[in-house]
């Protein structure tokens, strides 16, 4: 029926091609921004997850960063421990020179001072980002031996989040304890067979100056020599120690890292836009576009014929 009051092939015209510009103002806001989820109106659910996961991410970024510090600190004392073994087995040939008879042991003691000084500044100075682990004053009121770093991130089913750490014992790879109620492997006081104890003389202040070629001097000198013998091995352990920790921060800064990469995938794979399916689905809305157009004239136009009938 043709009616002057409605055009019903315009209206129908005009409905399609409203349909096809909303179909190409989406299409070309994927192509813009490159994503198919780009706001929870696209779709709330895929939304929500790829939101809860960019912000996981964000937080194991952090981690990354603190296993990068936590590598670094560890390095430090690694490295600070293992020049104190060479010093220290410096000193220990410096000690089987002086068993020697008739050897002058007064200038011997002057090479073993210059490197018990050696050995303190090597202490002292085997600092990373505020933390010594080898000096430290464990009669202080924030001292803890074991020492955490962050090392994981991870959300249950349930969206409770945890923190993993790994722990470092530095109890037994301090070389130098301030306080009046402990010693570290250098500064302890160690008896005739080398180990710890109440009574004796340390690595760091041991003196040889005035040893004679006396058998109990001597016998005294020897004491020496395993006390220094003692703490070489045991640094050599904290070292071997801090060795397998330095491995696992590593193996663990990997891990986070591939889990960051993985975690990017998997948003991707939610949100983000297929843009060679969005490129050609937009030529083909252009064309629709078009044809629309078109339908919307012919459709116009058509009402013109009626007034042919009244000429």
């Known amino acids: 029926m043709d009616s002057i009051k409605t055009n019903f092939a315009a209206m129908t015209a005009l409905q399609s091609l409203q349909n096809t510009n909303k179909e190409m103002l989406k299409t070309q806001s994927r192509i813009s921004t490159g994503y198919r989820v780009a706001t929870a109106e696209d779709n709330a659910s895929y939304w929500s997850i790829a939101t809860t996961m960019r912000s996981d991410n964000k937080a194991l970024s952090t981690v990354k960063d603190a296993l990068g510090l936590g590598s670094a600190t560890v390095d430090v004392a690694y490295t600070a421990l293992d020049k104190a073994i060479d ?31 050696q050995l303190k500044s090597i202490g002292d100075s085997s600092t990373f980002s505020g933390q010594n682990w080898l ?19 991870s959300r249950d089913a349930a969206g409770d989040v945890s923190i993993g750490t790994i ?3 530095t109890s037994s790879i301090k070389l130098y304890d301030s306080s009046a109620s402990a010693v570290g492997i250098l500064d302890g006081l160690r008896s005739s067979t080398g180990a710890i104890a109440a009574t004796g003389t340390s690595v760091a202040a041991l003196d040889i100056s005035a040893l004679t070629d006396s058998s109990t001097d001597l016998t005294t000198l ?10 070489v091995s045991e640094m050599t352990t904290a070292a071997t120690s801090l060795g397998s920790v330095k491995q696992r921060v590593g193996l663990q800064k ?4 591939s889990l960051m990469q993985a975690i990017d995938r998997g948003i991707s794979t939610l949100v983000d836009a297929d843009m060679s399916e969005e490129s050609t689905k937009l030529q083909a809305l252009q064309v629709q576009q078009q044809l629309g157009i078109q339908a919307m004239s012919i459709a116009n136009s058509s009402t013109q014929n009626v007034l042919s009938l009244f000429r």
């Open 135 to 153: 000096s430290v004053d464990s009669s202080a009121a924030n001292y803890n031996a074991t020492k955490s770093i962050v090392g994981s991130f």
């Open 222 to 231: 020897e004491g020496y020599i395993k006390g220094v013998d003692t703490a």
């Open 167 to 169: 722990s470092v014992d």
């Open 87 to 117: 010093v220290t087995s410096e000193i220990k040939v410096k000690l089987v020179a002086a068993r020697t008879p008739g050897v002058d042991r007064e200038k011997i003691q002057s090479e073993v001072t210059a490197l018990q000084n």
């Open 254 to 257: 990997e891990f986070v890292s």
